[in-house]
């Protein structure tokens, strides 16, 4: 009996070495086994985005040019002014106005004068200077009708990209204005090149009634361009044509202007859009419409709502960073610029939601890899890998849907490295990615 009781304890004893023996070594091999990143399969609600960058632009500006030549007298707006439409920006001095009057009638009278002399004597040298004279009008007329000529066609190649929706109007009324510019500059090398050669056409022939005739006419033409004068002399003053703020001011009080001198640009905040340009590759994916989600340095930790309002007709090609020629579609985003003065120039992300699903499964981006060319994860079942192959979806920097392959719940290694083999035992780390 006695042997029977001390077998039984030596049993026991033999079971319980045995059984701390092998907790010992599943220990070990627990200890031994490497850490990884995991996170569960959760369920909720996944964004697909297209990630640009793009600049704050304003859809309502306008450049301001002189339309005539003179001192600027007073300047009545600074960059950074609120101003409302038809407020006085600045005075151009009517001097030089009043000067060219004097000089055309002044013209007129040397005119008169010159032809009574010619009647009483016609000298070799007086012919002489008139066709030089007329050899000076004639190149300044060519240039100014070349010049007319290029503003025409460049102006009416806008016109037709702008009807196209592929120019902007206030890069349209720019080029109109340096048209008119131009046709005035030709109208006046036209008239002189006409008084000119009267005034040779006289030396040379002789004083006619007929030609007296002639030169009157000459007169009342140069009347007429004191009538364009005088007309100027009503545009001195310079007003702004929208309301908005002095983006740019380029003049100083008593400063020499010239027609076609950029003066003024004013822009109006409450039109801000955001430009970005989009590959061509990612272009069919964005529709007007789409939901933006804006941030950037400028907006400190905060993001506003966008919308796309406009996408380019046709592609461009762009330099990258990298050198690389890439072909680009312009893309406009529009929002609410009242609490946030988007300055233009200011760069911002403009991450563009082009799709969206709820109640979905979604694991980390990073656990998911391939095997022989199909999508996988790691699952970790009773600490030991178990690999997986997955049907995937909607995808962003972050998450990727998963349509098939693991269950809610399950727990997944995150960025997984080479050494991790199937059935391998792992020590794990929960982490938590919440952003989707």
């Not at 060219?100 to 010159?114: F, N």
Request: charged fraction near 30%; aromatic fraction near 6%.
């Amino acid at each position: 009996m006695l042997k029977r009781i001390l077998d039984k304890k030596s049993a026991m004893k033999w079971t319980a070495f045995l059984f701390a023996a092998a907790s010992a070594v599943m220990a070990f091999n627990l200890n031994s086994a490497p850490e990884v990143r995991v996170e569960t399969v959760k369920r909720g609600n996944i964004i697909e985005l297209v990630e640009l960058q793009g600049k704050v632009e304003l859809d309502t500006a306008e450049k301001i040019y002189a339309r005539i030549e003179g001192f600027v007298d007073g300047i009545n707006a600074y960059e950074g002014d609120e101003v409302e439409a038809g407020n006085k920006l600045l005075e151009i001095s009517s001097d030089n106005l009043r000067f060219a009057i004097s000089k055309a009638e002044a013209a007129q009278r040397a005119s008169k004068s010159q032809l009574q002399s010619l009647k009483s004597s016609i000298k070799p040298e007086h012919i002489m200077l008139a066709e030089a004279q007329l050899e000076q009008a004639k190149a300044a007329e060519d240039a100014a009708l070349k010049d007319l000529s290029n503003k025409r066609d460049n102006c009416e190649k806008l016109r037709l990209l702008h009807e196209k929706g592929a120019f902007p109007e206030k890069d349209l009324k720019d080029a109109e204005t340096m048209l008119t510019a131009a046709e005035s500059s030709f109208r006046n090398a036209f008239q002189a090149v006409k008084i000119t050669q009267y005034n040779l056409d006289i030396l040379e022939e002789g004083v006619s009634k007929d030609e007296i005739k002639v030169f009157e006419a000459n007169v009342t033409a140069a009347n007429v361009q004191v009538e364009e004068l005088l007309y100027d002399k009503g545009r001195t003053d310079v007003y702004s044509p929208i309301r908005g703020t002095v983006l740019e001011k380029n003049v100083e009080k008593g400063q020499i202007v010239m027609p076609g001198i950029l003066l003024y640009e004013i822009g109006n905040y409450d039109s801000a859009y955001i430009r970005a340009d989009v590959l061509v590759d990612d272009i069919a994916k964005i529709e007007k419409g789409q939901n933006v989600i804006i941030s950037g340095d400028v907006l400190n930790d905060e993001e506003i709502q966008g919308e796309v309002y406009y996408i380019a007709p046709k592609a461009e090609g762009r330099v990258s960073s990298l050198g690389i020629e890439q072909q680009r579609v312009e893309v406009r985003i529009k929002f609410d610029n009242a609490g946030s003065e988007l300055k233009p120039g200011y760069t911002l992300d403009a991450d563009i939601a082009v799709q969206e699903k709820s109640n979905t499964l979604y694991v980390p981006d990073k656990s998911v890899f391939k095997i022989d060319g199909k999508d996988s994860v790691f699952v970790v079942k009773n600490s030991r890998l178990e690999p997986r192959t997955i049907v995937s979806g909607l995808e962003n920097d972050d998450f990727i849907e998963v349509i098939s392959g693991v269950s809610e719940g399950e727990i997944v290694v995150v960025d997984p490295d080479s050494e991790l083999k199937p059935g391998k035992r792992v020590k794990f780390k929960k982490i938590n990615l919440d952003s989707r």
